[in-house]
């Protein structure tokens, strides 16, 4: 079963109304309050990046806090993780982060097929 969702989340407010109400999510560095779903939340969501420099862009909220990661996935193989605070992973969202990582790069190269080679 996959772990990765490439469609983009819905949002469940319209951006100024979520801006006035999170005023933490209108520009301030560091803060980010999702304006999505609960249950997008709890997805693996990834964007393919064509061009330069393609890559798998993955996306997840961790645990109760508005934890944030977002992992890069290229085609050499390498992987760079960055969060906007700790991250506490139970066992089963780590085996899922592996997954999503060996699951962008199964995607990139169907996807992409000799442009994700080229990088």
């Given amino acids: 079963m996959s772990v990765l969702s490439f469609e983009k989340p819905k949002k469940v407010r319209p ?3 979520h801006n006035d109400y999170y005023s933490s999510d ?10 999505m779903s609960n249950a997008d939340r709890r997805k693996w969501k990834a964007k ?5 420099d393609p890559r798998v862009e993955i996306r997840k909220s961790i645990g109760r806090s508005q934890v944030q ?7 050499d193989f390498s992987t760079s993780i960055s969060a906007n605070g700790r991250m506490d992973f139970t066992s ?5 982060l592996l997954q999503a990582r ?18």
């Fill in 15 to 17: 951006t100024s109304e």
């Fill in 26 to 35: 209108s520009g301030v560095a560091g803060t980010y309050v999702p304006n």
């Fill in 48 to 52: 393919l990046i064509a061009g330069k």
């Fill in 69 to 75: 990661i977002v992992m890069v996935v290229r085609p």
């Fill in 92 to 96: 089963q969202d780590w085996i899922e």
């Fill in 102 to 119: 060996n699951e962008a790069l199964s995607h990139g190269q169907l996807t992409l097929g000799a442009e994700w080679q080229t990088s």
